[in-house]
């Protein structure tokens, strides 16, 4: 996993709120809300990234651990590929 790229998988209308990203994906009438952290992700995203890279960024505006960081954005990235967000581009 930690060689692995992930990428978005769709393409969403986005509004954001705050910090917050609301996105719908009108081909499957679903909407999604990401909070702050995983808005983060979401545009970290637009273009392939390692989660080692994501959570360099991350580690270096929150307040977070990059153990725990590695951990969460992980289970996060697993949720957006159930959700049919995102995909996984295994290491060559």
């Given at each position: 996993m930690t060689g692995?790229?992930?990428?978005?998988?769709?393409?969403?209308?986005?509004a954001e709120i705050d910090e917050d990203i609301v996105g719908l994906d009108r081909d499957?009438?679903?909407?999604?809300?990401?909070n702050q952290v995983a808005s983060e992700v979401w545009r970290l995203i637009k273009q392939p990234q390692k989660v080692?890279?994501?959570?360099?960024?991350l580690v270096a505006r929150y307040d977070v651990e990059p153990a725990r960081c590695e951990a969460e954005i992980g289970q996060l990235l697993d949720q957006m590929i159930d959700l049919k967000l995102v995909k996984r581009i295994p290491e060559a």
């Open positions: 692995s790229l992930y990428v978005r998988s769709t393409t969403l209308l986005e499957r009438g679903e909407v999604f809300g990401f080692a890279d994501l959570c360099a960024e």
